[in-house]
């Protein structure tokens, strides 16, 4: 039998058994995009040859009464038997019940699963950390951001305060684990460190340790990290017990420590830190609410103290007689009330040395910023205030069903309590003070 001319049309109703040749006289109809030639060898094996002219090899067959059509790859990569071999495989996959579509699909999906995880697997713990101090960012406070911040800090930078005498500053604790490979990050990994931490800085440290475990909660959730951390390595009995539980802290003004108190912070040279922290014991406020409060938080129409919240996000209090003299007499050198011109912020950044100076002279050493707002409870109870208003003066969390839903306090109801609270202590402390005067002004008081 003569062999057909190159030229020669190939009948595409019917099957015919490839060959090299037959492929290559294969060409496309002219009214049609594309065109299939197929095997009589391997039930479902076609040729597909488009107008352009390419030409590969293909395997259909039905499914559930539709065409599936998966393209096995070019001719001149593939040869004729090789793709025989692969439409048959095809075709019993097929036969078993299986979309061959499914399993390419879920394939590639476990391929690019495993790529991602080649990937994820050499992160380091601070790498990671970058990522999720930017997700968790929007939701945080600004100062615990600035503590997260803080906490990974490489240390070493020259610095004229707060090193005692070292120089530069310190790594943050969770500094050493940053460099570690997140996959590294054991269990065994965080107890040594936990003991370290605990031997020079334990307070630092347990603030530390519970940051971390949060963080390695939220690498637990995310599905580029989760692989790495099956179970939190932070949470471990030895590891707490290593920071041990927290002391209670005690550091309170006595009502009979009142004069001296007042009589040492009032002879502070700078009227700043005078008035600052006179305001902290008078509204129990945080210190670093305080510190951050600007001109634009004083309510003068309604006398009130708008303050940045960490557990509301802002309260409402009452400006005080006595307070809100301190505060118009402070110089408004810019938005901050305690404003300071040696502060990188703008604002009262440090004010512990001229602090401490006068707790000695008061002869209370070691009462802390923070024992300034433990003070403002406890002289409370002389008065027998209600506990409700005290705790939503100093912004704590509502502690009962009643207080969290249905006692709304308004800001009038708040300063009748408040100004006794303030009048009280200033009478103990033996401070003379006309509270109907006009605020920032001299007076004649009597001695």
Same mark, same amino acid.
């Given at each position: 039998?003569?062999?057909?001319?190159?030229?020669?049309?190939?009948?595409?109703?019917?099957?015919?058994?490839?060959?090299?040749?037959?492929?290559?006289?294969?060409?496309?109809?002219?009214?049609?995009?594309? &065109?299939?030639?197929?095997?009589?060898?391997?039930?479902?094996?076609?040729?597909?040859?488009?107008?352009?002219? &390419?030409? !590969?090899?293909?395997?259909?067959?039905?499914?559930?009464?539709?065409?599936?059509?998966?393209?096995?790859?070019?001719?001149?990569?593939?040869?004729?038997?090789?793709?025989?071999?692969?439409?048959?495989?095809?075709?019993?996959?097929?036969?078993?019940?299986?979309?061959?579509?499914?399993?390419?699909?879920?394939?590639? &999906?476990?391929?690019?699963?495993?790529?991602?995880?080649?990937?994820?697997?050499?992160?380091?713990?601070?790498?990671?950390?970058?990522?999720?101090? $930017?997700?968790?960012?929007?939701?945080?406070?600004?100062?615990?951001?600035?503590?997260?911040?803080?906490?990974?800090?490489?240390?070493?930078?020259?610095?004229?305060?707060?090193?005692?005498?070292?120089?530069?500053?310190?790594?943050?604790?969770?500094?050493?684990?940053?460099?570690?490979?997140? $996959?590294?990050?054991?269990?065994?990994?965080?107890?040594?460190?936990?003991?370290?931490?605990?031997?020079?800085?334990?307070?630092?440290?347990?603030?530390?340790?519970?940051?971390?475990? @949060?963080?390695?909660?939220?690498?637990?959730?995310?599905?580029?990290?989760?692989?790495?951390?099956?179970?939190?390595?932070?949470?471990?009995?030895?590891?707490?017990?290593?920071?041990?539980?927290?002391?209670?802290?005690?550091?309170?003004?006595?009502?009979?420590?009142?004069?001296?108190?007042?009589?040492?912070?009032?002879?502070?040279?700078?009227?700043?830190? !005078?008035?600052?922290?006179?305001?902290?014991?008078?509204?129990?406020?945080?210190?670093?609410?305080?510190?951050?409060?600007?001109? $634009?938080?004083?309510?003068?129409?309604?006398?009130?103290?708008?303050?940045?919240?960490?557990?509301?996000?802002?309260?409402?209090?009452?400006?005080?007689?006595?307070?809100?003299?301190?505060?118009?007499?402070?110089?408004?050198?810019?938005?901050?009330?305690?404003?300071?011109?040696? !502060? $990188?912020?703008?604002?009262?950044?440090?004010?512990?040395?001229?602090?401490?100076?006068?707790?000695?002279?008061?002869?209370?050493?070691?009462?802390?910023?923070?024992?300034?707002?433990?003070?403002?409870? !406890?002289?409370?109870?002389?008065?027998?205030?209600?506990?409700?208003?005290?705790?939503?003066?100093?912004?704590?969390?509502?502690?009962?069903?009643?207080?969290?839903?249905?006692?709304?306090?308004?800001?009038?109801?708040?300063?009748?309590?408040?100004?006794?609270?303030?009048?009280?202590?200033?009478?103990?402390?033996?401070?003379?003070?006309?509270?109907?005067?006009?605020?920032?002004?001299?007076?004649? @008081?009597?001695?």
């Amino acid at each position: 039998m003569a062999r057909p001319k190159r030229d020669a049309q190939i009948d595409l109703s019917e099957a015919h058994e490839l060959t090299a040749g037959l492929i290559e006289r294969l060409a496309c109809p002219a009214d049609k995009a594309q &065109a299939f030639l197929r095997d009589a060898k391997a039930p479902g094996l076609r040729v597909r040859v488009t107008a352009a002219g &390419a030409k !590969s090899f293909v395997f259909e067959a039905k499914l559930n009464r539709q065409t599936i059509r998966r393209t096995i790859g070019d001719v001149r990569a593939w040869s004729i038997e090789a793709a025989r071999t692969e439409a048959n495989r095809q075709r019993v996959t097929l036969d078993g019940g299986a979309d061959p579509r499914e399993l390419e699909r879920r394939q590639q &999906a476990a391929d690019a699963e495993k790529k991602a995880a080649a990937v994820t697997d050499g992160v380091t713990v601070g790498d990671v950390w970058n990522v999720y101090l $930017a997700e968790r960012r929007p939701h945080w406070g600004e100062r615990h951001y600035q503590d997260h911040l803080a906490m990974g800090k490489a240390g070493g930078v020259p610095a004229k305060r707060g090193t005692k005498g070292r120089g530069v500053t310190v790594a943050g604790p969770i500094h050493p684990l940053l460099a570690l490979r997140l $996959a590294d990050l054991m269990p065994e990994t965080i107890e040594a460190w936990a003991a370290r931490e605990a031997k020079t800085r334990p307070t630092s440290g347990r603030l530390a340790w519970r940051c971390l475990k @949060v963080f390695l909660g939220w690498c637990g959730e995310q599905a580029a990290y989760k692989h790495l951390v099956p179970v939190n390595p932070a949470k471990t009995k030895k590891t707490r017990e290593a920071f041990g539980k927290p002391a209670v802290k005690s550091d309170v003004l006595l009502r009979e420590q009142l004069p001296a108190w007042f009589a040492a912070v009032r002879n502070i040279g700078n009227p700043a830190i !005078s008035a600052y922290l006179q305001t902290l014991v008078l509204t129990g406020a945080r210190p670093g609410e305080v510190a951050t409060l600007r001109w $634009a938080d004083m309510n003068l129409q309604w006398r009130g103290l708008n303050i940045r919240d960490k557990v509301e996000g802002e309260r409402v209090i009452p400006l005080t007689p006595y307070v809100h003299d301190l505060l118009a007499a402070l110089p408004r050198r810019n938005e901050w009330v305690f404003s300071s011109t040696s !502060s $990188a912020s703008g604002h009262l950044a440090d004010p512990h040395k001229a602090y401490l100076t006068a707790c000695t002279v008061a002869g209370v050493a070691g009462l802390t910023l923070h024992g300034l707002r433990r003070s403002f409870k !406890s002289l409370t109870e002389w008065l027998e205030i209600p506990a409700g208003v005290v705790a939503q003066i100093m912004g704590h969390k509502p502690s009962a069903t009643a207080e969290k839903h249905y006692t709304v306090r308004p800001l009038d109801l708040l300063r009748v309590h408040h100004e006794k609270i303030e009048a009280w202590i200033l009478e103990q402390a033996g401070v003379p003070f006309v509270a109907d005067a006009e605020p920032g002004k001299l007076r004649v @008081v009597a001695t």
